[in-house]
């Protein structure tokens, strides 16, 4: 069983930055990867932005150059160094941790962007 618990979303204005972390507990070892992912109200949840268990990292198109995603192994907790944060990056993101077919998800973080 894996608990993910994410932290650090919240208002700001655009242009402006936020840090999202999540801390993973159980056993995580196996995983293949750990990433980001957005929904908004009518939408469907979508990636934005991956990091395996290799180190290599995957971003969505709109995040790149923009997002950034880490990782503290001994910590059990992946981050999301967002920056430029505009108002369609509004939503609520969610941790997830990937074991081949499967995935478990975090409860999620909001993020509001203001104009």
């Known amino acids: 069983q894996v608990s993910l618990v994410e932290s650090g979303g919240g208002l700001v204005r655009s242009e402006g930055s936020l840090r999202l972390s999540c801390v993973a507990s159980?056993?995580?070892?196996?995983?293949?990867?750990r990433g980001w992912y957005r929904q908004t109200p009518g939408k469907q949840r979508e990636l934005v932005a991956q990091?395996?268990?290799?180190?290599?990292?995957n971003y969505a198109d709109s995040m790149k150059g923009r997002f950034t995603i880490s990782r503290d192994n001994a910590k059990n907790t992946v981050y999301l160094q967002m920056n430029s944060l505009k108002p369609e990056d509004t939503a609520v993101y969610y941790c997830?941790?990937?074991?081949?077919?499967?995935?478990?998800w975090g409860k999620g973080t909001l993020v509001t962007v203001s104009s």
């Open positions: 990091i395996t268990s290799s180190g290599s990292t």
């Open positions: 997830a941790v990937l074991f081949g077919g499967t995935v478990d």
């Open positions: 159980g056993d995580i070892d196996n995983c293949s990867a």
